[in-house]
């Protein structure tokens, strides 16, 4: 089978490298030409484990291919996969314009069936805008093609992008026709093998599950973070509390981490989009706009520590962060809360020194020269007047306690991630903050 996805991001590139993987035949797109000269030259533009590897393998075989031209893509493709970027609009819904683009694209240039499947998260309804967008342009060339639109919201996680692709909990797939059907379930056949379900329904339903999953665990994420400043006030333990609810099944231990807020290119976006839409039908979502308060406020909640440690003046400290991208394992910086927590600082006056192993040249596009990047974690800490952890990267989990002592003026360290041990940082003479936690 050949497949065209249209898009060639964290989704586009982890689709098209996976499918490529088990055999199908895949051509990529993306409007970038940079971004495709690259690829073709085998320089991948994210960072993502295992990633470049498998595109590499993959490309070497001639199963992988990467262009702009979307028209030469399309020439005996039965399935294309839209996974272009739906950023947020001024006012929080879902931009459609790079989704509807290609839908339109697809209609100028097909000559034959085929299947157009949304992956890009998007609202209800979409799919019926890329169908009429879609039979828009066949109407104008005067053809009657054949074609069908379905719904495939993509679950993965960046950093484990390709182990949740290939050993998916679920593949949702909304769609309306059997043609449609078939053609999806044998290309998902080499990932279902292992007991991992389809789950077909309806296309409407199919988006709706995408932003119900994202907000969920959203809310997983600031409502553990409330009870965690709660645990602060009354003295009790967010580390222990979250063990002591994860173990009851019917709640389960993943996703009620506290810390500085969820970041990254999609809880933010998608929680404000589905907001939007229930506006758009009189209703009011009000767990998420609690969930998005939490949240705008969490970002800052290890800022306002530091202050507070500080007497409120941090004009020209030094402070050291480990940590810039929104999560660990990914260059990402999209919405990270380190954005927020650095911008606060430097406002208030701070000296800014950084470390990340990973995301430093991405971080340099937003921050500039406004503050100072190390190649080494320990490097930050040279005159620093505290440490901040802003990202929980494994290497950050064991430092040279004797060293980081040693080196920082004032023995203060802010755990936005909760990596460390109370005790153990105390008895080895360090002012440590943390997040749930009356230290
Ligand atoms: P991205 O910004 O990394 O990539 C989008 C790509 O689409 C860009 O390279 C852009 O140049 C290209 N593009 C835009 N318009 C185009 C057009 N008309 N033709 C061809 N290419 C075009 O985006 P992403 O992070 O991969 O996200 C894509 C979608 O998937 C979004 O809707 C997002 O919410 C959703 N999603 C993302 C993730 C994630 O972890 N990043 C996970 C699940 C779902
Ligand atoms: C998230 C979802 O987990 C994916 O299933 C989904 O496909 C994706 O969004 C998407 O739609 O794009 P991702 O944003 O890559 O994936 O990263 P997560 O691991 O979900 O982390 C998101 C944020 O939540 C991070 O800032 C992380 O630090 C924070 N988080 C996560 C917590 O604060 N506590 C937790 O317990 C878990």
Redesign the pocket.
């Known amino acids: 089978m050949k497949i065209t996805i249209v898009g060639s991001g964290?989704?586009g590139l982890v689709t098209g490298a996976c499918f490529s993987e088990v055999g199908i035949n895949v051509t990529c797109v993306d409007i970038d030409r940079n971004k495709i000269d690259k690829l073709n030259e085998g320089i991948i533009p994210i960072y993502e484990p295992g990633l470049e590897d498998m595109i590499t393998r993959n490309m070497k075989k001639g199963r992988l291919l990467f262009t702009t031209n979307i028209q030469e893509a399309l020439i005996d493709s039965e399935v294309l996969f839209i996974s272009v970027g739906t950023p947020p609009d001024e006012d929080g819904s879902a931009d459609l314009k790079y989704v509807l683009a290609v839908a339109r694209d697809c209609g100028k240039y097909i000559n034959d069936y085929l299947l157009v499947v949304t992956k890009s998260?998007v609202p209800v309804g979409t799919s019926q805008k890329v169908k009429e967008a879609l039979q828009e342009e066949l109407d104008k060339r005067n053809v009657s093609i054949k074609f069908d639109v379905a719904s495939n919201?993509?679950?993965?996680?960046?950093?484990?992008?390709i182990d949740?692709f290939l050993k998916p909990d679920r593949i949702v797939v909304g769609l309306e026709s059997e043609r449609a059907e078939e053609l999806m379930k044998s290309l998902y056949k080499p990932f279902t093998l292992n007991g991992h379900p389809v789950i077909f329904m309806d296309i409407i339903s199919a988006e709706m599950t995408?932003y119900a999953?994202?907000s969920m665990?959203?809310a997983?994420?600031s409502f553990?973070?409330d009870i965690a400043n709660l645990c602060e006030i009354v003295g009790a333990d967010i580390n222990k509390v979250r063990k002591g609810i994860g173990s009851d099944s019917r709640i389960g231990n993943?996703?009620?981490?506290?810390?500085?807020?969820?970041?990254?290119?999609?809880?933010p976006k998608?929680v404000q989009a589905l907001i939007k839409t229930a506006g758009e039908y009189d209703y009011e979502l009000r767990v998420l706009k609690a969930v998005e308060a939490v949240n705008n406020d969490q970002k800052l909640v290890l800022f306002h520590k530091i202050m507070k440690y500080f007497n409120g003046d941090v004009k020209g400290k030094n402070i050291a962060l480990w940590g810039l991208s929104?999560?660990p394992q990914?260059d990402?910086m999209r919405?990270?809360?380190s954005l927020y927590i650095v911008n606060n600082l430097l406002k208030a006056g701070a000296i800014v020194k950084a470390y990340d192993p990973i995301a430093i040249n991405e971080a340099k596009h937003h921050f500039g020269d406004t503050i100072s990047y190390y190649e080494d974690q320990y490097e930050t800490l040279i005159d620093a007047d505290c440490l901040a952890i802003l990202?929980?990267w494994p290497e950050f989990k064991f430092p040279n306690l004797k060293i980081v002592q040693k080196l920082l003026h004032r023995p203060a360290i802010f755990d936005g991630?909760n990596i460390y041990d109370k005790d153990e940082m105390k008895q080895n003479g360090f002012d440590y903050f943390c997040i749930g936690v009356n230290t």
């Open positions: 964290y989704v998260t919201p993509e679950f993965l996680k960046e950093g484990a992008a949740d995408k999953a994202n665990l959203a997983k994420i553990i973070n993943k996703f009620i981490y506290p810390g500085i807020g969820y970041g990254g290119s999609c809880f998608d929104f999560k990914t990402d919405e990270a809360p990202t929980e991630r």
